[in-house]
């Protein structure tokens, strides 16, 4: 059995968050991921996990059982790359534990940053704590893609602290991608999951109205599945 898929998974808690996706595009948004020395760090980002549906069921569990699949080759040819997973005690942890530590002002010009602060975008700890949870996490396991949308003025990592309303923050933050969408195609979509099949109807009005009499719609429509049958059938 193959560790990768040829399929990249993003999923969401929400059906109305999933409508959003076709109708919309997907929105890279600000997420924190939580580093050394008291700093947490909120990066513009969109994630993808390369999973095979067979496997992906603990994932459905943490992130939620709506989910879009695209094919890989959507994802190399908006820049999407696996992320770099670092161990405590690494020679690379320990080059960006001291590179965090002296970090003030992130940079908003690709062309001048460091390559250590460029890191800090597709970085993540092989072990942590998911936000939703307080159990510990093997973030190993999720395989994760990342998209970064071009850095610019306003587009760029941003150092929180203790004293930040990170949940409010975050929000005013992730206004500024709202233009920096990945807008799908039918060729682009490999899979569509929601929670219950009553839910399938309604996707495929929204699938309807947004790519009309596309000659691709028909096979998208047999790729729209249920929690019930990644659990059962896969």
């Known amino acids: 059995m193959a560790i990768s898929s040829n399929t990249l998974f993003h999923f969401t808690n ?9 109708e919309e595009g997907l929105w890279p948004r600000y997420c924190i991921e939580k580093k050394w020395h008291g700093k947490n760090l909120a990066i513009p980002m969109l994630c993808f996990c390369d999973i095979p549906l067979s496997q992906v069921k603990n994932h459905i569990g943490r992130y ?25 005690g690494s020679l690379l942890y320990n080059k960006i534990d001291y590179y965090i530590s002296k970090y003030q002002t992130p940079s908003n ?13 597709y970085i993540k700890k092989v072990n942590g704590y998911n936000k939703s949870s307080e159990l510990k996490c093997k973030f190993y396991d999720e395989r994760e893609w990342r998209y ?17 309303n990170e949940r409010k923050t975050i ?17 682009d979509i490999a899979y569509v999951i929601v929670e219950k099949e009553c839910e ?35």
Do not use: W
Not at 171 to 187: A, C, F, I, V
């Open 64 to 88: 939620g059982c709506y989910g879009i699949g695209v094919k890989k080759d959507f994802a190399r040819n908006n820049k999407l790359t696996p992320v770099t997973y670092l161990h405590q």
């Open 148 to 164: 970064i949308p071009n850095l610019s003025q306003n587009i760029h990592l941003e150092i929180l602290t203790g004293n930040d």
């Open 200 to 234: 399938i109807g309604g996707i495929i009005q929204i699938l309807q109205k947004k790519f009309g009499n596309h000659q691709l719609l028909e096979q998208l429509f047999s790729r729209i599945i249920t929690v019930k049958q990644i659990t059962e059938d896969f």
């Open 171 to 187: 929000d005013e933050y992730s206004k500024r991608t709202e233009n920096y969408k990945l807008e799908l195609k039918p060729k």
């Open 109 to 121: 010009n690709l062309r001048n940053m460091d390559f250590e602060e460029l890191m800090l975008y």
């Open 14 to 22: 929400e059906l109305k968050y999933l409508k959003q996706m076709i």
